[in-house]
């Protein structure tokens, strides 16, 4: 089913509701906030300043963090605004509540072509639950709703699906149109071979979309934390690492499958191994993993070792299309990031279609100074997955269709 586009809405005078990704990684410098990688932020220009340009009356919301529906001060967006000030050049108006007549007195006095932005919708907790009376209350602080915020259109948020229930019409933004066209280009029927990278932390959102990737990959080359569960699913001892007991079973299974389908499915072989996750820790290259010679008690597996990363390497030369979500190492401290600096060269060299999925992935493409050799960045790692396992992503569908 095809959806409307903002090209497709009258927007002039209209106040415009646009739901983005700004959920963008920051650092504390002091008392203040500092943006580390405003790729999310710049992804959402085209779309406000289509908006500016047309003189509608942009109304910006989205969600910073996991305040868990209160408000906490330092998941303010407010910050966020004042980047997006410095950015567009125009003062971005901040509303300190999300709904109620704080918004509602600053959008009664804007004029076309401004931009307004509203406090967090996670400080509520309606904004997860996708309780329909904040939806409502959302809703009627515009006229139209766009979502533009790919990255978090795999959730059925208030934000993100139930308002579009109470607005006359609603879009997809410049940015959501580009993530849907670039994905669905490169997975529906990726070149062969296909091969793929997982890595990162939230081994539970990813295990299962490994399953749906069976069908499609040829190879699978597993990193970053997830990879300590498929070691420990297969006896290998994991010493202290980050792992996610209660998912043995599910690793045993897709191992399994992997089997049965005939994709190549790899963990790592070998190992950084640190005693402490900081900077100028010990840390040491482990010998071949085997369920005598695992990951030493008391040390954690930080990154992928010299040998994964050949095996890797050579893996990775020979795709036409390569996927990569998630970093294979805690590759925020430098010593633990040779691996995911590693693949990212691998991928820039490797003359395959590459895509890149995950707010993590793509800082470490940037930090490797690598994100002009990719064919295409992602900026939502769970949502490019969500639709390369096929499934409607909730932030669309709701959208109303084309007739
Ligand atoms: P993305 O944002 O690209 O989807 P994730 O958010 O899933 O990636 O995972 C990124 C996080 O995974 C990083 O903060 C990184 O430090 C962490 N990580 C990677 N490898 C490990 C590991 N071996 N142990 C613990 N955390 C890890
Ligand atoms: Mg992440």
């Known amino acids: 089913m095809s959806k409307l586009t ?28 500092r943006i580390t990688d405003d790729t999310r932020i710049r992804a959402s220009l085209p779309t406000i300043n289509y908006l500016r340009e047309h003189g509608a009356k942009t109304i910006l919301m989205a969600h910073f963090g996991r305040p868990k529906g209160k408000r ?35 959008i009664s006095h804007m004029e076309n072509g401004d931009v307004a932005l509203l406090e967090n919708v996670r400080f509520q907790p309606e904004e997860e639950a996708n309780d329909p009376k904040f939806a409502e209350a959302l809703a009627k602080l515009g006229d139209l709703y766009v979502n533009d915020a790919f990255g978090a259109a795999h959730r059925a948020h208030a934000s993100t699906a139930g308002i ?88 045993r299974e897709i191992l399994d499958l992997a089997e049965k389908r005939g994709v190549k499915f790899l963990v790592p072989i070998d190992a950084v191994e640190a005693k402490e996750i ?28 010299a040998a994964t990363i050949a095996l890797y390497q050579e893996e990775i030369a020979q795709g036409e299309t ?30 395959a279609t590459t895509i890149i999925g995950g707010g993590d992935s793509v800082t470490a493409v940037k930090q490797a100074g690598l994100a002009d050799k990719m064919t295409f960045i992602s900026t939502g790692g769970g949502a490019s997955l969500e639709l390369l396992d096929g499934k409607a992503l909730p932030g669309v569908a709701a959208l109303s269709d084309t007739k």
């Open 164 to 251: 579009t229930k109470f607005v006359a019409k609603s879009a997809m933004g410049v940015l959501m149109e580009k993530e849907l066209k670039h994905l669905r280009e490169g997975l529906d029927k990726p070149v062969k071979p296909f091969v793929v990278i997982l890595g990162g932390a939230k081994v539970s959102d990813k295990i299962g979309v490994l399953k749906a990737l069976m069908g499609k990959a040829d190879s699978i080359l597993i990193g970053g934390a997830m990879a300590n569960t498929f070691l420990k699913a297969q006896g290998i001892p994991v010493g202290a690492s980050r792992v996610e007991s209660d998912k043995l079973d599910l690793a």
């Open 72 to 106: 906490v001060q330092k998941l303010s967006l407010r910050p966020i605004g004042d980047y997006l000030h410095s950015l567009i050049h125009q003062p971005v108006i901040f509303s300190h509540d999300t709904i109620g007549e704080v918004p509602k007195k600053i």
């Open 322 to 351: 390569v996927l990569w979500n998630g970093p294979v190492g805690i590759f925020e401290i430098p010593d633990f990031a040779e691996g995911t600096m590693a693949i990212a060269e691998a991928l820039a060299q490797s003359g």
């Open 278 to 305: 900081r900077v100028g820790a010990t840390i040491r290259n482990t010998s071949r993993l085997s369920p005598k010679h695992g990951i030493s008690d008391g040390w954690q597996a930080v990154d992928i070792g």
């Open 6 to 33: 903002l090209r497709d809405l009258d927007v002039r005078g209209k106040r415009v509701l646009v739901r983005v990704d700004f959920n963008v990684p920051t650092e504390m410098r002091g008392k203040k906030v």
